[in-house]
């Protein structure tokens, strides 16, 4: 029987999402295989988490690519990006909050490359003058990851509605960054 890897990577992104301390035991048990075959494939939890990061960073740029960030006004464009993100945002909030990823000099370069398109399109988004020029780029786009992750977070506990996860983040989000208009 062969082993179909992605979906063990998305029965151990399940898992880790919502227990990040989840032994190797544990992910294999989710996966439907034994520790063995788990091990095969990855030989410990570094290279289990570095493969994750590696499907995190391709699926969040696949969403960057739906999102088209360059079409239309760039608060509609953050819209359709939390939209885009929505299916992956469990991924997306475990990896953020693994320090290993971001320690060190094996930092992914894909962190680099996501985080310069999203923070494109504040820039894009203050030049157009939609967004406030106090807050910058970049940690517009750091409190993004943060409200997918904590919106993720509070859909899989059952605090919020799955149906209302565009909409809380977006709201909370785009009501903060925006300029407001001078009376």
């Known amino acids: ?24 035991d544990e992910v294999a048990r989710a996966a439907g295989i034994g520790r063995a075959t788990l091990h095969r494939h990855f030989a410990g939890r570094d290279a289990l988490v570095r493969a994750l990061e590696a499907m995190g960073i391709q699926e969040f740029e696949a969403a960057l690519d739906a999102a088209n960030l360059d079409e239309g006004p760039a608060d509609e464009a953050v819209r359709r990006l939390v939209v885009q993100s929505e299916p992956n ?9 693994e320090n290993q990823l971001f320690e060190g000099d094996q930092v992914n370069e894909g962190w680099a490359r996501l985080d310069a398109r999203v923070s494109d399109l504040f820039r894009r988004g203050q030049e157009e003058g939609a967004f406030r020029i106090d807050l910058s ?6 409190a993004l990851y943060g409200l997918i992750s904590s919106c993720a977070w509070s859909v899989m506990d059952g605090r919020v509605a799955a149906k ?11 009501g903060g960054a925006r300029r407001s208009v001078e009376k």
């Open 137 to 142: 780029p970049a940690w517009l786009t750091e």
């Open 89 to 97: 945002a469990q991924l997306l909030a475990f990896l953020v909050t």
């Open 1 to 24: 029987m062969s082993v179909d890897r992605t979906q063990v990577l998305r029965a151990a992104a399940a898992l880790l999402s919502r227990k990040s301390t989840a032994t190797m």
């Open 164 to 174: 209302d996860f565009s909409f809380m983040i977006t709201e909370l989000l785009l």
